[in-house]
């Protein structure tokens, strides 16, 4: 442990001062707006000390390495976590709940995804992994006296538990075969392999297992529906984004450094993986009456996009890969933070026709989750025409046809439902029914309102005008590249 | 520089369109009317100067460059030769007519509702422009969802049906042409070393036969669709009968002209031996769809419906045309580009008074109106004329040169193209029958044209007698980028010793050779 190595640290150390802090603070007086305050500079401040690291990989032995990767996946981890946070206040100042340890749990939470994005060792992945699993088990059932929240909490408890056995077991098998759990050295021993041996195969086959969970692919995605779905909305839009950005920049990053792309094997599972995701998220989207379970289905079949970008093995899918993990993040908060924006007290609104004729009562919020949807189903002006750009791109120039076509044959799909819940919001209604809700001081409306705005812009910019983007992943994502 | 004015007008003042709508209702038309004047006017300017513009060498009138995205080679890359200057003033015009048509049947949310119509002009102008093939594809899409809007919030009683069948058929179709302009771009990228999206110079671009076979059919894919040609015309009656007029007037007159411009502009220039290779198979679509669209337009009850099958025959011709090769056949399908907008635009700008004055678009419940509103029954009268290609209006123009071109490429499908045109007279006939002639069973008050709709209707004639007598400016126009769209093939008949099937068939070298000297259209003279 060197005195510079606290530099490098400092993002996650600042955030788990300011869960200490929030802790401390909360143990002498509630405030929701004090600690609100405190999350929020937290944030901003781990954002600030990420410019002070350089783009040069630096390593922390044996666990850490700060490379390009893990700073452009730090930053993107924290800044989407400060848009969750900052949505959070007022979906949690209308609620009765105690709100404040809320904000511990969630730094906990990006802390865990923080830690996987930049770890090069199985026991710091492990380390990550649970601090992130375990804070979701309790932030999924946070408003513990709605109806689906239990449900959705304990889901989630057994079957991440059950995965990261799984996960466990594999790196068990692995370090029997190679003697050790850093992804370096055990890229060394593959290397003098001519072929992945059965037991290092069952042990990939079992990471496949709980990596898969995490990001929700088919055959793991049976949990997402219904955990979406009896989340409070923040913390869906935490899990749709932060949870499992952490685990696709994770994959990325070990799949680089043993370079898996050599083993037909577990490309075909990966493929399998992908095409099943697309599809089975898309048909069951279809029909789907439930916005979040909707947006959840969704979600798999995005997995499934990204990971046609992951396939293509090269630096233009990792340029995808990056590019499409902004473009959903900004489309998944947004989604969700119109989600949230319109729930109520009792529970959120998540069935459809609460978003009938949405557009003629609050034109702004429908405008927002127009743009949102239509990036999701990627059509241009939108981020998410970009990011799909760059899949497709990623794909031709790999020449996976078949992932390509697949990726084709499921936008069509996916429009259909997008569609349906744009349609409904443009449908004329006669009643405008009058909601009661807690007024919330004007302030916090603007904030929230102001997130959103900030939200549809940068949709729009990156949509419009994505060379600025291209060119930070580019500078970034040289080191990931030359690793390859 | 000011063809991006031209587009970013259109996007500033429809959103200027929508927000007025807070101030005053009747604001949002009178600005998307003085927008798209404007814009009518800027391109008429460029009408009358085009002569001077033009450089010896180049078809070309202005063109713009600008990077947008370096880093993947694609450039804001706008440019405007006859035919896109052809297609632009069809578009402001028809877009003065949509706005019009809608003046007083749009009531509901009408700032949105002129903010989607400007935009769709937009995306339209942006396509008839682009030189690169990524904004063309964004282009292509942008111009969708407004009129997804269009459809889907003003349209008739089936409306979300419809808006989603044409959404997701343009859709599908268009990410297959996504993928082809992929792959050219990386094969373009690989077998020169400069990845770029840029028209120009992909295309020199040489593929591998089998490769530039299915790169086209993504192309063919997107441009089918939208033409239509049969198999896949499935959204077009559905989207037409259900949008409000000026809906319909954009889908007919213009959203189909997109998809033939593609043709012209890509596949033919970027595909030639794929295209020639086939072309038999497309030509014989075209006439299936010519006699497919005018047998089912015959037994139409729905006057919308049965317009929106004209378009599926009429458009038969188009690909018929294109896929002649000649410059007599392009000339014919610029011609029919143009007059199909302005016959087509016409007849659901009528079909659309009607339904306002008998709130019903079904021709049982018509007939005999011609002693009530005489005004409307001799403009309806000269658009079914011109519907039926009666020399002296456009259409006869354009059907003709289509013909003659494609007799050179295709004798017996030419026939049976002909054909079409008896089965128009039938159609068409038959509007003019069951409307105005026979018994009048209405009891609806029926007030004749009112000014602004004898405005519209005027215009309108005036153009198609006009395009029907005195075709030459625009074939004029259009000449120079035609040839240089044919530039391919005749290099090639010249090179290739082995001819190439479908071209060699019936064109010799020299008639090819000969045209452009002598510019097919004077023979008319």
Not at chain 1, 96 to 102: A, F, G, I, P, Q
Not at chain 2, 206 to 221: K, T
Not at chain 2, 428 to 454: A, T
């Amino acid at each position: 442990m060197r005195l510079n190595d606290l530099n490098y640290l400092m993002p996650l150390l600042v955030l788990v001062g300011a869960a200490t802090l929030n802790m401390l603070v909360i143990a002498v007086k509630r405030n929701h707006k004090v600690i609100y305050g405190i999350t929020l500079v937290a944030h901003i401040i781990a954002l600030t000390t990420l410019l002070f690291l350089g783009n040069h990989p630096y390593t922390i032995d044996p666990f850490f390495i700060i490379d390009g990767w893990g700073i452009f996946n730090l930053g993107l981890i924290l800044v989407t976590s400060l848009f969750v946070t900052m949505l959070s206040y007022a979906y949690f100042e209308q609620r009765e709940e105690r709100r404040e340890e809320y904000y511990i749990l969630l730094i906990l939470a990006t802390l865990g995804s923080c830690v996987l994005v930049i770890s090069q060792h199985f026991m710091a992945l492990f380390l990550g992994l649970e601090v992130l699993s375990v804070a979701l088990y309790s932030l999924i059932a946070y408003l513990r006296t709605r109806e689906h929240s239990d449900e959705a909490g304990i889901k989630y408890l057994i079957l991440a538990a059950m995965s990261s056995a799984f996960l466990l077991f594999g790196m068990a098998l692995i370090y029997a075969d190679s003697g050790t759990m850093a992804f370096a050295s055990i890229a060394a021993h593959l290397k003098a392999l001519p072929e992945l041996p059965p037991l290092l195969l069952t042990g990939f086959g079992l990471m496949v297992v709980g990596i898969g969970f995490k990001l929700g692919v088919v055959p793991f995605h049976m949990w997402a529906p219904d955990v979406y779905e009896g989340a409070p909305a923040p913390v869906t839009a935490f899990i749709a984004t932060v949870s499992k950005g952490g685990m696709i920049a994770l994959l990325i990053r070990f799949f680089a450094q043993v370079d898996g792309y050599r083993y037909p094997n577990l490309m075909l599972v990966f493929t399998i993986i992908a095409i099943a995701s697309m599809l089975a998220g898309n048909l069951l989207a279809l029909r789907q009456r439930n916005v979040k379970r909707l947006l959840a289905y969704s979600s798999i079949a995005h997995l499934g996009y990204i990971l046609v970008a992951f396939l293509a093995g090269n630096q233009l899918g990792v340029e995808a890969v990056s590019f499409y993990l902004v473009a959903y993040f900004i489309t998944s908060l947004g989604a969700f933070g119109v989600v949230a924006l319109l729930s109520d007290t009792r529970r959120d609104a998540d069935r459809l026709r609460d978003y009938r004729g949405l557009f003629w009562r609050r034109p702004a919020t429908a405008a927002i989750f127009t743009a949102m949807l239509l990036s999701l189903a990627g059509i241009p002006l939108t981020a998410g025409f970009v990011g799909k750009f760059y899949i497709l791109a990623s794909g031709v120039n790999a020449q996976r046809w078949l992932l390509v076509i697949m990726l084709i044959l499921n936008s069509v799909i996916g429009l259909y439902y997008y569609i349906k819940v744009i349609a409904a919001m443009f449908a004329q209604t006669q009643s405008s029914q009058k909601k009661t809700r807690k007024v919330l001081h004007p302030a916090i409306s603007f904030a929230t309102g102001a997130t959103m705005a900030i939200l549809a812009l940068l949709l729009v910019y990156i949509g419009i005008y994505p060379t600025t983007l291209v060119q930070l992943l580019k500078g970034l994502l040289t080191t990931i590249v030359t690793t390859q | 520089m000011i063809l991006t004015w031209l587009i970013s007008f259109l996007l500033i003042g429809g959103i200027i369109a929508w927000l007025s709508s807070k101030l005053n209702p009747a604001f949002p038309r009178w600005i998307a009317l003085g927008v798209v004047l404007a814009s009518f006017l800027t391109t008429l300017l460029f009408w009358t100067s085009s002569a001077a513009l033009i450089q010896p060498n180049s078809s070309w009138i202005v063109r713009l460059d600008i990077p947008w995205v370096p880093q993947w080679g694609v450039s804001f890359s706008l440019a405007m030769d006859g035919l896109s200057l052809l297609l632009l003033l069809l578009t402001f015009f028809l877009g003065i007519l949509a706005i019009l048509a809608s003046w007083t049947e749009i009531k509901t949310r009408v700032g949105f509702f002129y903010f989607n119509i400007l935009w769709v002009l937009a995306g339209i102008t942006g396509v008839f422009l682009t030189m690169d093939l990524f904004l063309f594809y964004f282009f292509w899409e942008v111009m969708l969802i407004p009129m997804y809007f269009l459809i889907g919030i003003w349209g008739h009683e089936n409306r979300m049906y419809a808006a989603y069948k044409f959404f997701i058929f343009t859709q599908a179709s268009g990410l297959l042409m996504l993928l082809s302009i992929l792959g050219i771009y990386f094969i373009h990228g690989n077998n020169t070393g400069t990845y770029t999206f840029n028209y120009f110079q992909l295309l020199n671009t040489s593929f591998p036969p089998a490769v530039g076979g299915w790169l086209m059919a993504g192309f063919l894919a997107a441009f089918l669709v939208k033409l239509p040609v049969v198999p896949f015309h499935s959204w077009l009656p559905d989207a037409h009968s259900e949008a409000p007029t000026a809906g319909s007037v954009i889908l007919a007159g213009l959203l189909l002209k997109t998809g033939a411009y593609g043709l012209l502009r890509f596949v033919v220039p970027l595909f030639p031996e794929a295209a020639q290779a086939f072309a038999p198979w497309i030509m014989l679509l075209g006439v299936i769809g010519i006699l497919y669209g005018a047998i089912l337009a015959f037994s139409q009850t729905d006057l919308k419906r049965l317009v929106a099958y004209t378009s599926v025959s009429h458009m038969g011709f188009v690909a018929l045309g294109v896929f002649a090769f000649n410059e007599w056949a392009f000339q014919g399908v610029v011609m029919q580009m143009i007059t199909h907008g302005l016959s087509t635009g016409a007849l659901f700008i009528l079909a659309g008074f009607l339904y306002q004055r008998l709130h019903t678009r079904d021709i049982r419940q018509m007939g005999g109106f011609w002693s009530t509103i005489p005004k409307m029954g001799v403009v309806t009268l000269v658009f079914v004329m011109a519907s039926l290609g009666l020399p002296g209006l456009g259409n006869f123009i354009a059907e003709f040169l289509t013909l003659v071109g494609s007799w050179q490429a295709n004798r017996t499908l030419t026939i049976f193209a002909t054909i079409g045109l008896v089965a128009a007279t039938a159609y068409s006939l038959r509007i003019m029958q069951k409307v105005f002639l026979g018994k009048n069973h209405s009891d609806h008050l029926m007030p004749d044209l009112n000014f602004r709709e004898m405005g519209m209707a005027a215009s309108l004639v005036i153009t198609i007698l006009w395009l029907g007598l005195n075709p030459q400016p625009v074939l004029d126009r259009a000449r120079l980028s035609l040839q240089e769209q044919l530039q391919a093939y005749q290099k090639q008949n010249v090179k290739t010793a082995k001819p190439v099937e479908v071209a060699q068939q019936s064109i010799s070298p020299d008639s090819v050779l000969s045209i452009p000297t002598k510019g097919g259209s004077h023979a008319l003279k």
